[in-house]
């Protein structure tokens, strides 16, 4: 257990009545009890979540709608309704316990125009970003006409967290091992390969300030410069973009340690981006605050980087108070 609540928690999730048929479409098989559980204490801003947000040493945390929200709504003009009104909810959680609560923006991608509105929107209202849960219906955020919306993100100087989501359809390398489903695997592959399609297609040339926070250690990407920019150059001969994706990576994202308490890929993820692009998560109520709490006490890092990591990066990123 911790003796002090210092960190910053930046995957902490919370559902609200209206989205909970949309939590039931993208939750991962569980027992009937570990459903209810997780329900409630989704649906819990008081004692239960601020006694675990204390056992986890959590100062601070940074609140996003439990996925996969309002990305696997057909209709447009509903997907958007129902994204301002998790924001207005969120809203007014954060100014109940302002010391304790920050917020992410849920967003409609579905109507890009109206989803950069609705981002300047809850910026104006004190939200420290975005989450956005994968793909929306199978369009990926590297498409052009998300433009206007990475325009929006990068003017506001607000990063956006790139959270997992289903497959749009599920790779026949999934075929009859249901255990590598959703986030055991599936959704590492899903997101880390989201990832490098804004890199490849040149989002960031375009945008070139914007910057992303992928969770759960960076989905593998850490391990994985050296080889992505060998075959890069290998393989690409029509090239939309002549900088090495390591390079993107190291200038554009930022991980966080949610559902990864080990040192191996800490270590990993320090050496490959810098102890200025890791921060600590929980993935609350998915993982234990409790255990994430001691990893982050007792990693092996330097004391520096432990504070780092803990919670100035997130501090900085996001413009929290110290």
């Known amino acids: ?24 479409r993208g939750i991962p098989q569980v027992p009937p009890e570990v459903r ?5 204490r989704l649906s819990d801003f008081g004692e239960e979540r601020l006694s675990e947000m204390d056992r986890g040493g959590v100062r601070m945390a940074v609140l996003s709608i439990s996925g996969p929200g309002v990305q696997i709504e057909p209709d447009a003009a509903t997907a958007t309704r129902l994204a301002a009104e998790a924001n207005d909810a969120l809203v007014e959680v954060v100014a109940n316990q302002p010391d304790r609560y920050a917020g992410f923006a849920h967003l409609a991608m579905q109507d890009p125009g109206a989803a950069a ?15 956005i849960n994968d793909h929306t219906n ?16 990068q003017d506001l100087d607000v990063p956006l967290y790139l959270h997992p989501g289903d497959s749009f359809q599920l790779p026949y390398v999934f075929d009859g091992v249901p255990e590598l489903a959703k986030p055991t695997w599936e959704w590492t592959t899903e997101t880390a390969t989201h990832a490098l399609r804004l ?3 040149g989002v960031f040339d375009r945008f070139p300030r914007a910057q992303v926070i992928l969770g759960h250690m960076g989905e593998t990407l850490p391990y994985m410069l050296w080889r992505l920019d060998s075959r890069y150059r290998f393989t690409s001969t029509d090239r939309r973009v002549q900088r090495n994706p390591s ?13 990864q308490c080990d040192d191996v890929p800490l270590q990993a993820a320090l050496a490959a981006l810098g102890e200025r692009r890791v921060m600590f998560s929980v993935d609350y109520p998915y993982e234990s605050s409790e255990v994430a709490g001691r990893f982050m006490d007792t990693a092996a890092i330097y004391e520096e980087t432990r504070g780092l990591v803990g919670h100035r990066n997130a501090e900085a990123l996001l413009k929290l108070k110290s």
């Not at 209810?36 to 409630?40: A, G, K, M, N, P």
């Not at 390079?247 to 559902?259: A, P």
């Open 117 to 131: 509105d609705e981002l300047e929107r809850c910026v104006g209202l004190g939200f420290r970003g975005a989450m």
């Open 247 to 259: 390079d993107y990576l190291k200038d554009n994202f930022s991980v966080t340690t949610s559902g």
């Open 199 to 201: 890199i490849v297609t």
């Open 138 to 153: 199978g369009v990926y955020l590297d498409d052009t006409r998300h433009d206007v919306f990475w325009e929006r993100l």
């Open 1 to 24: 257990m911790t003796t002090q609540a210092t960190n910053v928690a930046l995957e902490e999730h919370f559902i609200i009545p209206s989205f909970l048929d949309y939590l039931s």
């Open 36 to 40: 209810t559980t997780l329900i409630r």
